[in-house]
């Protein structure tokens, strides 16, 4: 994933942006960087790794250094940037967000123009965002060069770019899988992923961009120069996992949106006579808390904390690529209170259970700790494919995904002719598939949140959220 904040001011916007990047820092654990403007000595510019620092840390000595107007700075789990670029349309910055899954088709079709070259990373791959710049570049002004690059993208794409007079154009996904907000305040605008970070800052609600909308913000307004389009797949792990508690999308609340999920999975569950009595719910911290909140406060069992994350240590996601070391870290993040799971009968919420590793190992530890009783359950349905259009729930081979492996283990090759029932856990391949995992991972129970009570949670149109994951409709 990654995440942005930009920022236009009549007056100096460092800390701002500064401080609205930091707060993007749980959509990214790679790299980061920030960029400024300033008329008398231009632009600006640091980029640092944030794999075992965290943002601010890591950017805090630079402030002395940075000044101006405008400024703009990214969060990313993928290339270095922003990039600062030179071409026939002046010097700018630029910084990406999204997955291009055509990514060598461009670059073959670019490279094979006439002299036209791109840098070559550490990997021997080219920087998507410098990709996008070329694409940018294809044409006269920046905003028909924006239009095709969102045109031309398969995937996702949603940008910044800062010019050398210190606007910041701003442009949301054509199909808006992403947000992008705009905030205000007496001396300029602040664009953002999370609507809580320039909240924080001073600014108060604008303008939300549409799908495919290209919008100019300087110190005195914004305008939009491309319309919004007709269509749009926002993601729904916006709410259920990544978006931060505080924010709002398309006018709905990450945490409310979690309570009103959990109570419906209680409520669904009460009514199909499958609610089990136990001592306390539980969620799987952080983003599985919430929902549990909703689901004790409808079932009417009392809420708890059986674990609490160590936050000084561990205050943000760390995922090493090697399996073993991520189940140790795990682990390491998550510390019991004895007195709440010794003899106890707890039922745990997690935002999703994609591979299934970890949790099988909490499970385990749980029950090592003289749990009574494990029961889970999942707030989204099983996930049975990998997002192609954010770098979200990617995974090496779909058999990463403990869902596809089961259905595999269950009908071989055919069940993947079946997986609309499989997610439905009122089918009898959805039972199946439930029960298989449920015995494999040593739960007492598992329940999965439908489809249909995940869409009714969210609250928005049904048309316009992403469900690729879970049932591969685009």
Partial sequence: MGGFCGAVSKRDVVYDVFFGVDYHSHLGTKRA???????????????????????????????????????????????????????????????????????????????????????????????????????????????????HALEIVEGSLTLLVMDEEGAIYAARDKMGRLPVLIGKDEDGYCVSFESFAYHKLGYVDAYELGPGEIVRIT???????????????????????????????????????????????AREERERGVMPEVDY???????????????????????????????????????????????????MKLVPVPELIEGKKLLFVDDSIVRGTQLQNTVEFLYQSGAAEVHMRSACPPIMFGC?????????????????????????????????EYIDPSSERGKCLVKEICESMGFDSLSYQSLDGMLEAIGIDREKICTYCWNGRE
């Fill in 281 to 331: 719910v539980a969620g799987i911290p952080d983003s599985g808390t919430p929902h549990a909140i909703g689901y004790a406060q409808e079932s009417g069992m009392p809420f708890g904390r059986p674990f609490i994350k160590y936050t000084p240590t561990w205050p943000r996601s760390f995922m090493p690529a090697n399996q073993e070391m991520r189940n140790r870290v795990a682990t």
């Fill in 219 to 265: 110190a005195d307004g914004f305008e939009t120069l491309s319309p919004a389009g007709d269509q749009m797949k926002i993601c729904a792990f916006l709410w259920v996992y990544y978006g931060y508690p505080n924010s709002n999308y398309e006018g709905e609340n990450v945490e409310v949106m979690r309570y009103r999920n959990g109570a419906i999975m």
């Fill in 33 to 147: 960087g920030l960029i400024f403007f300033d008329e008398e000595s231009g632009f600006q510019r640091e980029i640092h790794s944030i794999e075992n620092t965290p943002f601010r840390t890591r950017f805090e000595n630079d402030l002395d250094s940075f000044h101006g107007k405008s400024g703009i700075g990214c969060i990313s789990d993928t290339n270095p940037q922003p990039l600062l670029m030179r071409s026939h349309l002046g010097v700018f910055a630029l910084t990406t967000v999204g997955c291009i899954n055509n990514e060598q088709d461009l670059v073959d079709r670019y490279l094979a123009c006439e002299g036209r070259q791109f840098t070559s990373m550490s990997s021997g791959d080219v920087n998507t965002t410098e990709l996008v710049a070329a694409l940018i570049n294809h044409e006269a002004d920046f905003v028909s060069g924006i239009k």
């Fill in 388 to 420: 192609k259009y954010l770098t979200f729930s990617r995974n090496k081979s779909i058999m990463d995904l403990i869902a596809r492996r089961v259905v595999h283990k269950l009908e071989g090759e055919e069940g993947a002719e079946h997986l609309d």
